[in-house]
């Protein structure tokens, strides 16, 4: 089992869609989740950090379960700018164990 | 603005070469870290620097060397590298006590192009 596994996608929907991505990790240890989005070309960029109670920032929710030991992230009312790769990075104990999942690649259509 | 810059953009090198990448962040961060990306791979780490002291390097090939003189640069030096050397390779930064609660601050990346 990967450590990070994230379906690649891609995620077509349209504009005004609320979409929501899965991530799961196979260590029960990990401390520390973050979404962190990619443009086409561009360096990544935190999105935002996943607490234990979930989390919210505008259009943007996400979400931990220990228990079945996933996060989520979810977008509602899609714009054309969200369009992007959305990579879900799980952090053990320090930041040497930082892993990175392959992202799930978000297409937002008119 | 990133607040961590590295150059060049993009580099296109022969496998007898030998060149630099170069890392600087102006954020204060007590951390710097190497991270290659290659199509439909996960970033995998190459090296982190804490407060100028390298701390894992996760098995890199010696063709790839890091230098770190002080908390603000980091370089990469590169040389008789493998056409499968070719990836994005992005600098990135941290506070360095415990887990990085504010996540990385990339760099924008070199595209590395080795033929």
């Known amino acids: 089992r990967k450590e990070v596994e994230q379906d690649p996608g891609p995620f077509n929907v349209p504009e005004g869609a609320t979409v929501a991505f899965n991530c799961t990790y196979s260590?029960?240890?990990?401390?520390?989740f973050f979404w962190y989005r990619q443009d086409c070309r561009k360096e990544p960029k935190l999105l935002m950090s996943v607490y234990s109670s979930g989390n919210e920032d505008g259009r943007f929710t996400a979400q931990l379960n220990r228990a079945s030991q996933y996060i989520s992230l979810l977008i509602r009312d899609s714009k054309l700018s969200d369009s992007a790769t959305y990579l879900c990075v799980v952090n053990e104990v320090g930041y040497q164990k930082v892993t990175f999942g392959t992202g799930t690649k978000l297409q937002v259509i008119p | 603005e990133t607040g961590v810059t590295q150059t060049p953009r993009h580099l296109v090198m022969g496998m007898t070469n030998k060149k630099s990448l170069k890392c600087e962040q102006h954020l204060g961060h007590n951390a710097m870290y190497w991270y290659k990306q290659s199509a439909k791979k996960p970033l995998e780490l190459m090296f982190v620097y804490s407060l100028e002291e390298r701390v894992e390097n996760n098995s890199v090939p010696s063709r790839f060397s890091p230098e770190c003189p002080n908390s603000s640069h980091l370089f990469l030096h590169l040389h008789t590298l493998q056409p499968e050397d070719s990836a994005l390779y992005l600098c990135?930064?941290?506070?360095?006590?415990?887990?990085?609660?504010?996540?990385?601050?990339f760099g924008s990346g070199t595209r590395l192009t080795v033929v």
């Open positions: 990135a930064s941290s506070q360095s006590s415990g887990a990085p609660s504010y996540g990385y601050t």
């Open positions: 260590n029960s240890a990990s401390q520390s």
